[in-house]
């Protein structure tokens, strides 16, 4: 299939899709952090077709509650880049993947050293509602404060983070200036190299660049199947739709993979289809499309 290529009647098309997956930041959202009017109806235009529509995202359930709203679609919905996977209408978590409490140590001892506020993404069901555990003893830089800011976390300035328990910490990382981040990314796969998955992620909108560090095994697309699986739908059924390295897995092995025209070169290499930027509302044009071509086949349960 050529990257520009519409989407195909569905005579033409084996087989029809039952499941998106939609990233937040870069492709949901407008480049101001808005869902537009446009967006919000070609969501539910989708889901009227039949779609499940299920969100993918690199933030915590706390920080996208905002978008939840704007949107209006409460369904299984996967948070913190796969580690999470949420029931948002009955606020139930179904599936998590915790870091190993040692490691998480490590890395935030890693990070205070060099004079960077760690930041331990919490399980807020478990933690009392708290979202993060943040360095005390490291000042917050303005990038950090206004991510913090912008998302309504629920934070808690903790000293000794590398001593910590971290019984409930599921992501370590950092909020700094793009150079800071490139510097501490090379430290860490010289340190701590196959035992984590790193990545960074620029927030167009707040513009800050965001250091995200997991478990090994966690990706969007893990989370995506666990939601595929309770559906009973077949990954060659589903389409995911990203811009940024944390979508680079659900791109890969989605049945089609698709990214946004404003998308990182490794998200476009990866895609079977490039669609508009967000700032043209390319993902409603897009999913306008796909419903228009029939190529939806109506989920049942």
């Given amino acids: 299939m050529r990257k520009t290529e519409p989407v195909r009647p569905t005579n033409e098309m084996t087989p029809t899709y039952r499941m998106i997956a939609i990233d937040l930041d870069g492709t949901l959202l407008s480049p101001t952090g808005k869902v537009t009017a446009r967006t919000k109806a070609a969501v539910?235009?989708?889901?009227?077709?039949?779609?499940?529509?299920?969100?993918?995202?690199?933030?915590?359930?706390?920080?996208?509650?905002?978008?939840l709203e704007a949107v209006d679609h409460y369904d299984t919905a996967v948070f913190v880049g796969g580690a999470m996977v949420v029931d948002t209408k009955k606020q139930v978590m179904l599936h998590r993947t915790m870091m190993e409490p040692e490691l998480a140590r490590q890395l935030c001892g890693f990070l205070e050293t060099r004079g960077h506020a760690a930041?331990?993404?919490?399980d807020p069901n478990a933690s009392g509602g708290v979202d993060y555990l943040v360095s005390k003893s490291v000042a917050l830089n303005p990038a950090t404060q206004v991510w913090m800011d912008v998302t309504d976390a629920q934070v808690r300035p903790t000293d000794g983070l590398?001593?910590?328990?971290?019984?409930?910490?599921?992501?370590?990382g950092t909020v700094a200036a793009p150079h800071a981040v490139a510097t501490l990314k090379q430290a860490l796969a010289e340190q701590f190299a196959e035992r984590i998955f790193c990545q960074s992620i620029f927030v167009q909108a707040y513009d800050v660049d965001v250091l995200e560090v997991f478990d090994p095994s966690v990706n969007k697309w893990e989370g995506i199947k666990h939601v595929a699986a309770r559906h009973g739908i077949d990954p060659s059924q589903i389409i995911a739709v990203g811009d940024d390295v944390n979508d680079l897995h659900m791109i890969q092995h989605a049945g089609l993979g698709v990214a946004m025209g404003n998308g990182r070169p490794e998200a476009k290499a990866l895609a079977?289809?490039?669609?508009?930027s967000n700032k043209d509302d390319g993902l409603a044009e897009f999913l306008e499309e796909l419903v228009a071509s029939g190529a939806v086949e109506k989920l049942r349960e």
């Fill in 44 to 67: 539910h235009r989708a889901l009227d077709a039949g779609l499940l529509v299920c969100f993918a995202t690199g933030r915590s359930w706390t920080e996208s509650r905002t978008v």
């Fill in 162 to 172: 590398s001593d910590y328990g971290h019984e409930h910490t599921v992501r370590v």
């Fill in 272 to 276: 079977k289809r490039i669609i508009g």
């Fill in 119 to 122: 930041m331990a993404l919490q």
